[in-house]
Every structure is written in C-alpha cells, then in structure tokens.
C-alpha cells in the first residue's frame, strides 16, 4: 500500500488550445478511498490514466509511495486498473480472467488458483469460475473485473466509471459493496466518476474538477456545507443547490421583492461588484407566516409523506421569462395543500445561506 502524489501534473493533447490537466496537486493518503469527480471533459478520466501511465504527463510529475513514476510503464507502477467496459476476455473462464496477470507475471499455478479462490470468496464468484463473461450479468461481470485487481495484490486500485454499465439498482448496492471491499483490503484506491451521488456516498475524500483544474478537495460533508465557489455549490447536493442571482442593497441581497438579511462584512468582501448570488439548499427553506420572504410562483409540488418537494420560480415573472428561469427547489417537513400556479413565501436559513460574487464566483460568506 502507498501513498500517491499529482505535483502540478499536467496533460496537454496535440494540437489542443489548453490543457485537459493544467497543474494537478493532490495527496492521496495510504489507505484512502479518493474520488475523482465532474462533468464529461473535466479531466478526471485524463487524470486517472496519467496516473496508471497511460497517458503522458507533459508537466510535473507522479509519485506512488516515494517512486516518482512518472516516466515508468504501466506494469512497473504496482497498480491495477477497473475499467468502464470490464475489459474481460470472452474465450476464457472467470478464474482464467482473473489469474491472467498473475500468470503473465510467472507466479506459480499454486499460488495463483489460491489468490484466485481467496479473490473469488470475496466476491461471491465462488460458483461462476468456470463460466465464461457471456453467461454473466453485468453486475457479475463487474465482480469479476474487481477481483482481477484485487488478485494482484496492487499499491493502488484505479476505477474509471465501473459502475456505469449498471442499472440503477443494481449500481446501488454494488456501491455499497466496492466501499465495503475497499475498507476491508486497506488499498489505496483512486475511483472516477460523473455521478456526485455515488462520490459523496463512497469516497473518503472527494476532489471536485471542472475543465482540467481542481476546483476542491475535501470530505464529502465539508463539500455540501462550506462549497469553495459557485460551481461546487450548484454540482455537489442532489437536488442541486439553490442559486439565486441578486444585488446588493443596504442591509442584505434584494432577491425579487424581498431583501434576504446578509451582514456588510460579507458584502463588503464583494469590493465594488453588487452582483451577489445566494446559495441556498432545498432543505433550508422554511415557509414564511407572515407575509416575508422569497416570492415563489408554485409549478409542481411532490408529496412524498414526510417530505413535500415545491418547485417554482421567482414570482412576479412573465410566462416568457418564466421559461428560462432558474427553478427553485424547497424541501419542506410538512405537509403543504398547495395548488399550481399558487404563490408561496420562503424564509432561508440564514445560518446555513452562502454568498457567492456573481461574476468571480467565489465564495463570501
């Protein structure tokens, strides 16, 4: 097991205008579970394999324990790879695919059917080793591209999306299965992903990226509670933040007809920009009683029990401008006979509210 460390590590493709990694640092801690995550093109996919080196690292450099790997092949880095596709050879059985390494790397058949048993065990794939991938699911399939890793014993696990084959349930409870196993083995482990969801559910830490640079890294819970900027408030929480656009007045944000509370100090860290974006999460809304608060055109509400989900806009908008509008999401814990088309008054919670400038999108509160 080790440590792995991205020194301003950085990937620029041929004939690209900037690069897909523009000066990657981050520490990975021995035993960590580290999740990679973004949209489509952020560069986690391009960090990932420059890490496994299959990809050139034009800038910087790599570190696996105290190795500098940036310049080693892939086969003497001590990492294995999970990919998206399982990557399993058709013609062979599940314990042939999953001792293959090990037999290119001349371990004793012996050795190499006990790895390969303890691996399958693990997995619950005692009973599939002699059958081939095309008699498996995908959920088995995924198992078996697991414990082709974990037979090798690795200093790193790296997994680029391999839950994305999946079905919706079944990615959930595989999720919980790939944590467990992780925690178990004690392996580094360096997890890619799209999905915010399955990165604050399983990641010890989570590092946020957005066109090929770090935007934050932290745990899961300090992500959701103190986001660095605009774009890790509005892509890290399912729903999505609240991010409502405002200027600032003399004693807070107007937001609509309704100036929501926000002290000076935080204003004035703005300098001469009004423009102020209010960040605020669906549960932190409480209905007002007495005529204060965010105006919100009602379009949907969802009942779930406990819970009611309103969906609208800000009021007071035509129905043309109501079509581009941002949506405001409010969780609220009771029950609310609200009709379509009603308008509501929302208080935020003003201890748990952030404050963003609109224009550099960083974080003021």
């Known amino acids: 097991m080790a440590t792995v460390s991205f020194k301003d590590a950085t990937r620029v493709y041929p004939g690209a205008d900037h690069p897909a990694v523009d000066k990657l640092n981050l520490e990975i801690g021995d035993g960590e579970f580290m999740v990679l995550v973004g949209p489509s093109g952020c560069g986690k996919s391009t960090s990932l394999r420059m890490l496994a080196g299959l990809e050139e690292v034009n800038a910087g450099a790599i570190h696996i324990g105290d190795r500098n790997v940036t310049d080693l092949p892939p086969k003497d880095r001590d990492i294995a790879m999970v990919f998206q596709n399982y990557a399993l050879y058709p013609h062979m059985t599940v314990a042939d695919n999953m001792g293959f390494a090990l037999k290119m790397q001349n371990v004793p058949k012996a050795d190499r059917d006990a790895r390969v048993a303890e691996a399958a065990k693990l997995l619950g794939l005692e009973s599939f080793l002699n059958r081939k991938p095309k008699a498996l699911s995908g959920g088995q399939r995924q198992r078996v591209a697991m414990g082709r890793a974990i037979v090798r014993q690795p200093q790193v696990f790296l997994m680029d999306e391999p839950l994305s084959n999946l079905d919706a349930k079944l990615r959930v409870s ?6 467990a196993l992780q925690q178990r083995l004690g392996v580094t482990t360096v997890y890619v992903t799209h999905d915010q969801v399955e990165a604050m559910t399983m990641g010890d830490r989570v590092a946020v990226m957005k066109d090929g640079l770090l935007q934050q890294c932290d745990s899961p819970l300090t992500l959701y509670d103190s986001p660095k900027n605009l774009f890790v408030a509005g892509f890290i929480g399912s729903p999505a933040m609240n991010l409502l656009q405002g200027k600032a ?25 009004t423009d102020v974006t209010l960040g605020i999460r669906p549960e932190h809304f409480e209905s007002s009683h007495d005529g204060q608060g965010i105006a919100i055109d009602i379009a949907v509400v969802e009942e779930l029990g ?14 043309d401008e109501k079509l581009t509008a941002t949506q405001i999401v409010a969780r609220l814990q009771s029950r609310h006979p609200l009709s379509k088309q009603s308008v509501v008054r929302l208080l935020p919670d003003l201890e748990k509210m952030h404050a963003f400038n609109t224009k550099t999108g960083e974080r003021l509160s």
């Open 174 to 179: 595989t999720r919980t299965q790939i944590a």
């Open 249 to 273: 007045v003399d004693g807070g944000v107007r937001i609509g007809d309704y100036t929501v509370p926000v002290s000076r100090e935080v204003l004035a860290k703005a300098g001469n920009d």
């Open 306 to 319: 406990a819970d009611s989900y309103l969906y609208g806009t800000l009021a007071g908008l035509s129905p």
